[in-house]
Every structure is written in C-alpha cells, then in structure tokens.
C-alpha cells in the first residue's frame, strides 16, 4: 500500500481542484506529502491556465487508468 500512497495522493488533489479547492486547500489533507504530490501542486498554481488544465487532463487520465485497471470506472 506505501507505494500506492504518491497515487493516492496525486487523485485526491486533482479531484480536490476538479471540485474546486484551490492553492493553499489543495494539499491541506495531507501530511508529509511525496515530492511527486508536490510538483503536482505547484503546477496547479501554474499562472497560465492552459497550463494547469494540461496537467490536470494528464492526471485525471491517470486516476481513470487506476480505476479501470481496478474494475472501479
């Protein structure tokens, strides 16, 4: 399970900014996030908006990969 954490992370802030939480609320939930959660935050903060929705599609396609993988989508 310790190697599912970084994943589980990661779904939980883009499903957190999907939902509408933004900067310092995205991570809030978390305690010593991975460094790969953190990237993933600062990127969401990216000033550019194309931006931030290229790398919020990238990890959405990655939890829907997850969860068909799982039997869950």
């Known amino acids: 399970m ?3 954490r ?3 992370e990661r779904a939980l802030v883009a499903t ?3 939902l509408g ?3 310092a609320e ?3 939930p978390i305690v010593d996030a991975s460094p790969e ?3 993933l935050v600062l990127a969401l ?3 550019d908006r194309g931006e931030r929705s290229r790398v919020l599609a990238g990890e ?3 939890l829907i990969q997850a969860l068909d993988q799982r039997g869950l989508g």
């Open 2 to 4: 310790a190697s599912d």
């Open 45 to 47: 903060l990216h000033p």
């Open 6 to 8: 970084p994943a589980f």
């Open 60 to 62: 959405l396609a990655r």
């Open 21 to 23: 939480r933004r900067g």
């Open 37 to 39: 959660t953190r990237r």
């Open 16 to 18: 957190s900014y999907v």
């Open 26 to 28: 995205l991570d809030q």
